[in-house]
Nanobody, 127 residues
Framework: HVQLVESGGGSVQAGGSLRLSCAAS?????MGWFRQAPGKEREGVAV??????????KESVRVRGGFTIAQGASKNSVLLQMNGLKPEDTAMFYC??????????????????????WGQGTQVTVS
């Protein structure tokens, strides 16, 4: 059973930055970040293909700017650098992982498939 552990959440003022980290117990094909704001459905933020480093962002996140997904020190870890945070970015952020690969990485980002492995989440609050 794959385990995911997130860290790095917290409370910041608008305009501030946070870096989220996620470590997986095993290396699998695709890792990503998702968020769920109060009263809203969970949505994808960004995903990364672990063997190539190829990244994909939800269009709204890409347009917004300020969010960067990257591999951590090892291929089974992923970071989310968030700059210029806004109150509307307040959400629980989750790391997730998919072992299958292929088109599922992008499909998971857009909510078309559900990744099977999830972390417990880390809260980001922007005031």
């Amino acid at each position: 059973h794959v385990q995911l552990v997130e860290s790095g959440g917290g409370s910041v003022q608008a305009g501030g930055s946070l870096r989220l980290s996620c470590a997986a117990s095993e290396l699998r094909f695709c890792m990503g970040w998702f968020r769920q704001a109060p009263g809203k459905e969970r949505e994808g933020v960004a995903v990364i293909v672990t063997n190539s480093g190829y990244t994909m962002y939800k269009e709204s996140v890409r347009v917004r700017g300020g969010f960067t997904i990257a591999q951590g020190a090892s291929k089974n870890s992923v970071l989310l650098q968030m700059n210029g945070l806004k109150p509307e970015d307040t959400a629980m952020f989750y790391c997730a992982l998919d072992p299958v690969g292929g088109s599922r990485c992008m499909a998971g980002l857009h909510g078309e498939v559900e990744f099977p492995y999830w972390g417990q989440g880390t809260q980001v609050t922007v005031s």
